[in-house]
């Protein structure tokens, strides 16, 4: 039997499992500042975003053999040097694909028929301005025929291309392994394969209506003043990945200017405090980093980090 620490909140489903396999489960948070004291008395924790597991943390606890992340994202975890002192750091990465995937759809929806703006102003106005709200309204486009251009072909990525094939979308793609992408698409009972083409970055940039991101923390935003400069005018945006993979102040002066027409933000720079400027901008679709944040994304992710934990805990 091992001590697990839930520290950031798990599925029921994933704590009954756990505890069915024998383990003594704890999910009373524990502060920040009292993990020094308390965590060496368990053997695993679990978190998801708010906890951080930094190196100071990890050498004060000599019983510590896991350390899982619910959801993708690793940057509030000291990875290496767990890894390099026997501590196993495990995530679920494929929990939450298609939860993200759709969140950047309904981004894309919203924007491409202004849904975030009219959502906005009908509780305002429609009452007494409806005509002139469907004059202003009357302008959107569909997303058949567009060409959607996704930065990273992960699992996410891969996602995004499925939803954006069944909407009639042409897809391509922009990944480091330089390798095109195979993927399995579920229509019914029929499945069909299709090859995502793995072009350069600004071939992609240059042909893309929507651009999507799907790509891990980086030291250096990946769209900045120059990448701005090189896309199709008019295209739209799609940022669900990190915040920091986009230059802000590039992002809105590519808006000011035109290069942009429109773009859907989930992540942020300055979370949990975003920058007001990117929140008031009538052009910017806006949620709160709820890309994994649904019922079954949830579920997923719980069931897959207690699936591990059994098996690393054995």
């Keep these: 039997m091992a001590k697990i620490l839930i520290n950031d ?26 993990l020094p004291s308390e965590l060496p008395a368990y053997h695993a924790i679990c978190v998801r975003s708010a906890t951080k597991v930094r190196e100071d943390l990890i050498k004060l606890c000599p019983n510590l053999k896991v350390i899982g992340r619910g959801g993708v994202g690793l940057d509030n975890i000291d990875v290496q040097y767990a890894r390099e002192n026997g501590v196993k750091v495990i995530n679920t990465p494929a929990a939450s694909s298609r ?3 759709e969140l950047v759809f309904s981004h894309a929806f919203s924007v491409s028929r202004s849904l975030h703006k009219a959502n906005r ?15 202003s309204y009357s ?3 569909e997303l058949k025929g567009k060409t959607m251009g996704i930065i990273g072909l ?30 399995n698409l579920e229509v019914a009972d029929i499945s069909l394969s299709y090859t995502i083409d793995n072009i350069s970055m600004d071939d992609l940039l240059a042909q893309s209506d929507y651009i999507s991101l799907h790509v891990p923390s980086l030291d250096k935003p990946i769209l900045g003043d120059v ?13 669900a990945s990190r915040g920091g993979t986009v230059d802000e102040d590039a992002m809105l002066a590519a808006l000011q200017s035109g290069k942009l027409a429109s773009v859907g933000l989930d992540v942020f720079v300055g979370e949990p405090s975003p920058r007001v400027d990117i929140l008031n901008n009538p052009n910017i679709s806006l949620t709160p980093h709820i890309g994994a944040s649904t019922g079954e994304a949830q579920e997923n992710i719980g069931i897959e980090l207690a699936n591990q934990l059994i098996e690393l805990l054995k």
């Design 227 to 239: 990448e701005f400069g090189k896309i199709k005018d008019g295209a739209v945006l799609l940022n």
């Design 154 to 183: 992960g699992r996410i990525g891969c996602e995004v291309a499925k939803i954006a094939l069944g909407v009639g979308m042409k897809v391509i793609g922009s990944d480091i392994s330089g390798q095109n992408k195979e993927i």
């Design 121 to 135: 102003e009908m509780p305002v106005e429609g009452n007494t301005q409806f005509k002139g709200l469907k004059k």
């Design 99 to 101: 939860s993200v995937a």
């Design 139 to 141: 302008s959107g486009v």
């Design 9 to 34: 909140g798990i599925h029921p489903t994933g704590l009954k499992m756990l505890q069915d396999a024998g383990h003594d489960v704890s999910t009373s948070k524990i502060e920040q500042s009292n």
